[in-house]
């Protein structure tokens, strides 16, 4: 069993930033990957950006790529997400993820989720 928590979420004016951190709670579990997903009021959840746990490799979706940047210190069991650049359409709760294995890729198929943490950009 995994428990992951997520902190950094907050209110932030349109082109500020803010990071979010997730914490995860075993070291035991074998993790392939971790990511970011996001569910805006009255849409469905979306992949936001992932990251390999041993190979560090990332991967984005379109609507963050050179905006946002996800990293993690594998010493810590941490991940993060940079976000820069901030745009109200970029408001939504947003989750920590992470899953064992490479079934259906880094973008679903995730074993473990956090209880999420609220973003909000003003205009």
């Known amino acids: 069993q995994v428990q992951l928590v997520e902190s950094g979420g907050g209110l932030v004016q349109a082109g500020g930033s803010l990071r979010l951190s997730c914490a995860a709670s075993?070291?035991?579990?074998?993790?392939?990957?971790m990511a970011w997903f996001r569910q805006a009021p009255e849409k469905e959840r979306e992949f936001v950006a992932a990251i390999t746990w041993s190979g560090g490799l990332t991967y984005y979706a379109d609507s963050v790529q050179g905006r946002f940047f996800i990293f993690r210190d594998t010493t810590k069991n941490m991940q993060y997400l940079q976000m820069n650049s901030l745009k109200p359409e970029d408001t939504a709760v947003y989750y920590c993820a992470t899953k064992g294995g490479y079934g259906g890729g880094v973008r679903r198929g995730y074993d473990y989720w956090g209880q999420g943490t609220q973003v909000t950009v003003s205009s």
């Open positions: 075993t070291r035991t579990f074998k993790t392939y990957a």
